[in-house]
Structure formats: structure tokens, C-alpha cells
């Protein structure tokens, strides 16, 4: 079992939390740096979020079966 696997055992169940956890580093970075790097704080916070399945989802958007 890898550390993604592992991670994504602790997650489940617990899906908004880490998400807002994830919000919160990005937003505490940003917040260091002035929103220099904004951008790619919200590329690397939609990564994490996809990789642990905590994506937020809207009306309309569909998750394709896994």
C-alpha cells in the first residue's frame, strides 16, 4: 500500500474536511506571498482534491465511475 492509498483510506469519510484543509494551506501560501504564485496554488490545490477525491461537486458535473 502506497502513501496515496494510505492517505485516501484517512480521507474517506472525512471528504469536506480535507478539502477545507487543502483551502486553507493554499490560502495561508498565498497569503505569504502576496498571490505570487496564486495560480499554481490553485492548479496543486485541484490536483490534491482530484488525487484524494475530495473535488467538490457541482450540479451538472458528473464523476466518471471508477
Same mark, same amino acid.
Given at each position: 500500500?502506497?502513501?496515496?492509498?494510505? #492517505?485516501?483510506?484517512m480521507v474517506?469519510?472525512?471528504?469536506?474536511?480535507?478539502?477545507?484543509?487543502?483551502?486553507?494551506?493554499?490560502? %495561508?501560501?498565498? %497569503?505569504? !506571498?502576496?498571490?505570487?504564485?496564486?495560480?499554481?496554488?490553485? !492548479?496543486?490545490? @485541484?490536483?490534491?482534491?482530484?488525487? #484524494?477525491?475530495?473535488?467538490?461537486?457541482?450540479?451538472?458535473?458528473? @464523476?466518471?465511475?471508477?
Amino acid at each position: 500500500m502506497g502513501m496515496l492509498d494510505k #492517505l485516501k483510506s484517512m480521507v474517506k469519510g472525512h471528504e469536506d474536511v480535507a478539502r477545507q484543509g487543502v483551502e486553507k494551506g493554499g490560502d %495561508a501560501f498565498d %497569503a505569504r !506571498t502576496g498571490n505570487k504564485y496564486q495560480s499554481q496554488v490553485d !492548479t496543486a490545490q @485541484q490536483k490534491i482534491n482530484e488525487q #484524494l477525491g475530495t473535488q467538490e461537486q457541482r450540479p451538472g458535473d458528473e @464523476q466518471p465511475p471508477r
